[in-house]
């Protein structure tokens, strides 16, 4: 493949195409508050100002060698734990349990940095997953347990698990895909599942009529899924050939399939948010919210479509 | 307070560096109403106590430019145990002490307080007196109200937080990452009977707490 400060071409192109994307938005939106001054289009203003911050980040981060892509990966996973831990019922006596779980991101991570696919797929669903009510018990104290469990077992799969299935996908993308590495790979499933989140939310705003989760997420409208849902799979499969190894047919597919499994994250996300009664996860993210508010899709998207690219890609 | 410049640029470094990176990689605050925080001194900062990093936290919350105006009030029976922690308390914190108790001996325990806000400092201190059980209040007591009454065109704030007892809470040397939400209220001014004043306080703190979609903890 060919390669640019060693960064395989297309992958520079592309990331040269997202600050382009990301450039026209902000003109857009720019010239909207122009014709429009006043407080209408603040929150878009500090949503986009984000924008610029957190791909900025991500591109930087991810480009700049493998192990600081990794480090990267597992802090929003930090975050993203320490969202969750901060807004669920805990109890007192899990305050240093809680610190274990922790622990359990830099050697989930670790696993992928070192491309051990079995260990790295049975760390948290098996081994922290019997490890954490053993030391509950041990502790003694039953009046909440079973709460206690669920409650960490699920947030640790929601954060840490899923989560890690990108720097799965960075480092072992490699053994598999010469036209763009594994960074081709993690920019197909991030930068896509992100932009159908975007293009969910552009369809919907002017569309939307019809609400597919009233009770859930009663701003999601079929309107919105739908276009969203085609714009992603059009994009996957101009920029998949150039990025993955697939063919435009199954970078098409693959599309499709980010954007119903970001969608599935998404409300999945709103549902725990209605049960807890907040409206954002955190305030990390100006104009967003919660750093789970932006990653709620790729908890869906990431695993499901390292499980596709390794059913159809691996050998 | 140390006057000495080298004193000086190590409690600048321990606020702009150590301090900051804790608060932004280990904890994480939510700021509600950031825009009511004093834009300059005299004023003070009051806010529930659950946890040592509290002070910190408030502190972190002001513009570095301010930090040689910041000034915790704190117990001098709890900081002053040793020969070390009593000069990093004062050189490096910045506290003002209070000899608890010393009230009822007929002193002003908050003469150094009074006068450091004559002075034009900002005040970090906690009206409950004590951390107490994690996230949960106690009683404020009457200090707040007399300091309040004596300089009554000072601002006093209160400082809602929540987390803080849970990431270090009393007893504890072990931290554990929780997010803090910190939620800023409308300053108060004690202008009527200093009675009044703290059961004005404790409302509006109250009304800040109930603001917010707390988690149990228990």
């Known amino acids: 493949m060919t390669t640019i400060l060693g960064l395989p071409a297309n992958v520079v192109y592309f990331t040269a195409g997202i600050y382009a994307l990301l450039a026209l938005a902000t003109a857009v939106v720019l010239f909207m508050r122009?014709?429009?001054?006043?407080?209408?289009?603040?929150?878009?203003?500090?949503?986009?100002?984000?924008?610029?911050?957190?791909?900025?980040?991500?591109?930087?981060?991810?480009?700049?060698?493998?192990?600081?892509?990794?480090?990267?990966?597992?802090?929003?996973?930090?975050?993203?734990?320490?969202?969750?831990?901060?807004?669920?019922?805990?109890?007192?006596?899990d305050r240093e349990v809680l610190l274990f779980a922790y622990l359990a991101i830099p050697i989930q991570f670790y696993w992928a940095a070192i491309d051990w696919y079995n260990m790295f797929i049975v760390f948290v669903p098996v081994w922290m997953y019997l490890f954490f009510p053993a030391l509950m018990a041990l502790r003694g104290q039953t009046q909440g347990f079973l709460r206690a469990v669920g409650t960490l077992s699920w947030g640790l799969m929601m954060t840490v698990y899923t989560l890690s299935h990108m720097a799965w996908l960075l480092v072992s993308g490699n053994r598999v895909s010469p036209v763009a590495g594994g960074v081709g790979f993690l920019f197909f499933l991030v930068v896509l599942t992100q932009f159908n989140d975007v293009a969910q939310y552009c369809w919907g705003k002017p569309l939307g009529r019809h609400k597919v989760t009233p009770n859930v997420s009663p701003k999601k409208t079929w309107e919105g899924l739908i276009g969203g849902i085609a714009t992603t799979t059009l994009v996957a499969g101009l920029v998949g050939p150039y990025l993955t190894p697939m063919d435009w047919r199954w970078s098409a597919l693959a599309g499709a399939i980010l954007g119903v499994s970001g969608f599935l994250g998404d409300i999945t996300m709103s549902a725990m948010k209605r049960d807890l009664g907040v409206k954002d996860t955190g305030g990390l993210i100006p104009g967003h919210g919660g750093i789970l508010d932006r990653v709620d899709s790729l908890t869906y998207a990431a695993p499901v479509f390292v499980h596709f690219i390794r059913y159809f890609y691996f050998p | 307070?140390?006057?000495?410049?080298?004193?000086?640029?190590?409690?600048?470094?321990?606020?702009?560096?150590?301090?900051?990176?804790?608060?932004?990689?280990?904890?994480?605050?939510?700021?509600?109403?950031?825009?009511?925080?004093?834009?300059?001194?005299?004023?003070?900062?009051?806010?529930?106590?659950?946890?040592?990093?509290?002070?910190?936290?408030?502190?972190?919350?002001?513009?570095?430019?301010?930090?040689?105006?910041?000034?915790?009030?704190?117990a001098m029976d709890y900081f002053f145990t040793s020969s070390i922690r009593g000069w990093f308390s004062t050189n490096i914190i910045g506290i003002i002490p209070v000899k608890r108790g010393s009230g009822k001996e007929g002193g002003n325990p908050l003469l150094l307080a009074e006068q450091a806000l004559e002075r034009g400092e900002i005040l970090v201190l906690f009206p409950e007196g004590t951390r107490g059980e994690p996230e949960t209040f106690k009683q404020f007591k009457k200090g707040i109200g007399h300091l309040a009454h004596a300089l009554p065109k000072v601002p006093v704030l209160p400082i809602f937080m929540y987390g803080l007892g849970k990431a270090l809470p009393k007893g504890s040397a072990l931290l554990v990452p929780f997010n803090v939400t910190v939620s800023v209220g409308e300053p108060l001014y004690g202008t009527k009977s200093y009675n009044e004043f703290v059961d004005e306080l404790e409302a509006s703190m109250n009304k800040l707490a109930a603001q917010e979609k707390l988690p149990v903890w228990e």
């Open chain 1, 34 to 93: 122009w014709r429009n001054p006043g407080e209408r289009y603040a929150e878009l203003m500090a949503r986009t100002d984000s924008w610029w911050w957190m791909i900025g980040a991500f591109t930087l981060a991810i480009l700049l060698n493998q192990t600081v892509a990794v480090v990267f990966l597992a802090l929003i996973a930090y975050l993203a734990l320490k969202e969750y831990l901060s807004l669920v019922p805990t109890r007192r006596i």
């Open chain 2, 1 to 74: 307070m140390s006057k000495n410049p080298f004193t000086r640029l190590l409690r600048f470094l321990f606020f702009a560096v150590v301090v900051r990176a804790v608060i932004l990689i280990a904890l994480g605050l939510t700021v509600r109403h950031r825009e009511r925080l004093p834009k300059d001194g005299p004023a003070v900062l009051a806010g529930n106590h659950n946890s040592n990093l509290d002070a910190l936290a408030i502190m972190s919350l002001m513009p570095l430019r301010l930090l040689p105006k910041l000034r915790p009030v704190a």
